[in-house]
T-cell receptor, first 113, second 110 residues
Framework: EADIYQTPRYLVIGTGKKITLECSQT?????MYWYQQDPGMELHLIHY???????EKGDLSSESTVSRIRTEHFPLTLESARPSHTSQYLC????????????FGQGTRLTVV | QKEVEQNSGPLSVPEGAIASLNCTYS??????FFWYRQYSGKSPELIMS????GDKEDGRFTAQLNKASQYVSLLIRDSQPSDSATYLC??????????FGTGTSLTVIP
């Protein structure tokens, strides 16, 4: 079944650790996005990619980095986690074309202690 | 000015009533408009998309688009307690970038 997957679903990690949040989609979509969302707050775009080897920063300044080596995979890395990184991270993908919607993964809830 | 503006609410309606959610956008070149529903702690899920002026109905949901006024709305008829969630308006800009509103919190009171 075509879908978009995020792992882990929940992560509690200590300050200073390096973490990678995984996102994979099986829909063959060119475009992938990472959003950050605090509870009850709006979505903030932090990174996006329009294809392999294409990555761009979003509207919200972020200390994270991303890579897009394969179409289906768009991991997000924090080199040194801090408590201010505590949030929900949502990955999404969409097909090319103006009328196609974004599909979201289940999200990763990150807590940095 | 934000790309997409929504009334954050909260909006409360009694069960069985019509809930009306509104959204305005700033980029006149936008072609695609979406409504997502997000339950607390969950990810957004698409409930409606609309591309042409007028109304689009799907079950209890009706999306309305007025490009001249840069206005999108969502009507939920016969509201149910399970409709209680945050509703996000999203606009796809000409560069294929999605812009999301801040969301309207809806509570349906049994």
């Amino acid at each position: 079944e075509a879908d978009i997957y995020q792992t882990p679903r929940y992560l509690v990690i200590g300050t200073g650790k390096k973490i990678t949040l995984e996102c994979s989609q099986t829909m063959g979509h060119d475009k992938m996005y990472w959003y950050q969302q605090d509870p009850g707050m709006e979505l903030h775009l932090i990174h996006y990619s329009y294809g392999v080897n294409s990555t761009e920063k979003g509207d919200l300044s972020s200390e994270s980095t991303v890579s897009r080596i394969r179409t289906e995979h768009f991991p997000l890395t924090l080199e040194s986690a801090r408590p201010s990184h505590t949030s929900q991270y949502l990955c999404a993908s969409s097909d090319h074309g103006q009328v196609t919607e974004a599909f979201f993964g289940q999200g990763t809830r990150l807590t940095v202690v | 000015q934000k790309e997409v503006e929504q009334n954050s609410g909260p909006l409360s309606v009694p069960e069985g009533a019509i809930a009306s959610l509104n959204c305005t956008y700033s980029d006149r070149g936008s072609q695609s408009f979406f409504w997502y529903r997000q339950y607390s702690g969950k990810s957004p899920e698409l409930i409606m998309s609309i591309y042409s002026n007028g109304d689009k109905e799907d079950g209890r949901f009706t999306a309305q688009l007025n490009k001249a006024s840069q206005y999108v709305s969502l009507l939920i008829r016969d509201s149910q307690p399970s409709d209680s969630a945050t509703y996000l308006c999203a606009v796809k800009a000409p560069g294929n970038q999605f812009y999301f509103g801040t969301g309207t919190s809806l509570t349906v009171i049994p």
